[in-house]
Structure formats: C-alpha cells, structure tokens
C-alpha cells in the first residue's frame, strides 16, 4: 500500500503541476502577443530611425534670379540607373543635330519659351524642352523643383546648380520593374 499510494501521491502532483503550467500559459498568451508586438513595433521604430536619409538634399548654390536673366543652351545630357553613381552621355541620341543650337527661355513673367538657332528643325525633334515650348515654369525654393507646364504636359526638374554660367538638372523616374533612372540636363547660359 504505501508503494501504490506514494506513485499515486507522486502522478496527482504531477497533474497538478501540469495543469497549473496550462492555467499559467494559458493566461500568459494574451500577454505574450502584446509583448511580441511591443518587441515588434520597437524593432520596427529602431530599425526605421537609424536609417541614413535617402532623399536629395537641397542643393547649395542655386541662385533663382539667374534663371531669368540668361538664354540657356543644352549643352549634354547624361543617364544614370540608380544606384549606380556613374553617368552614360546620350546626347547625341537624345536630340537631334538641328537642336543642339536651340535656346530655352525662363521669361520673368512665367513663360518658358524654347528659341530656334541658326540649324532649324523640321518636325518636334526629340528635345523634351522643344515640346514645352510656349508653356509656363514655375520655380519652388523650398524643395529646388521646376515645373514647367504646357497643357497636360507637365514636366518637373530638380534642380541640382543654378549660377550666372551654368545650370544642372535633373528629373528621376522609376519604371514598371522598380528601376530608377535619372536624366541629367547640362545646360550653359548665352
């Protein structure tokens, strides 16, 4: 007898230590999923914090009043796939020959105009400026954008320099794959 009872005595502690440790999970679950998602989200806030800037910042040097003051000629324009550093020139497929002598102007009053030169074009040409002929810019300091509007076309540059000699910028699209592509426009003043 006392063999018996003493397993007995040793299995009902054992079932109710077993049964205390699921009463005990049990009501730690609903706990432990709030702490899993406390642990979670500061890992996120953590992560998300320590994360270098990305976008570009604003640009030293851009001097808006000499958008105005010059005639400017394109003088390259380059590509670059992001986020690679290096740029591919592709100005001679980028405009034709009839257009590397054209002059856009940033009018005072909004207009923007683009000026034949002495090769003139036949057709639209290539230039993405040629086709804004006509239209309206509008120039916004606090983020360096130029948006230059003609109808529904609606054309919008970062500016990266702006000074008396030269003016640098650039438009970045992302294609249907996520790839970032940036298109440089190089630009001396006359």
């Keep these: 007898m006392p063999v018996t009872s003493g397993i007995r005595c040793r299995g009902t502690r054992l079932r109710l230590w077993n049964e205390k440790r699921k009463n005990w999970l049990e009501e730690l679950k609903p706990r432990r999923v709030f702490v899993l998602i406390l642990f979670g989200l500061s890992l996120l806030l953590a992560g998300y914090g320590c994360q270098e800037k990305v976008e570009d910042e604003l640009p030293s040097g851009i001097e808006p009043d000499h958008l105005s003051m010059h005639a400017w000629l394109l003088d390259r324009i380059t590509i670059q796939v992001l986020p690679a550093p290096s740029e591919a020139d592709v100005t001679t497929g980028s405009l034709e020959s009839c257009e590397r002598d054209d002059l ?38 606090t983020d360096s954008v130029l948006k230059i509007t003609m109808g529904f076309n609606v054309q919008q540059f970062k500016m990266v320099k702006l000074n008396m000699n030269a003016m640098h910028m650039h438009q970045t699209s992302i294609d249907y794959l996520g ?10 003043s006359k």
């Excluded at 040409?125 to 309206?136: A, D, E, P, T, Y």
């Design 179 to 188: 790839t970032e592509t940036r298109y440089h426009f190089y630009f001396s």
């Design 104 to 141: 856009v102007l940033f009018e005072q009053s909004g207009t923007f105009r683009h000026q034949e030169g002495t090769a003139t074009c036949t057709g639209n040409g290539k230039s993405v400026f040629r086709s804004l002929r006509n239209g309206n810019w509008v120039y916004s300091p």
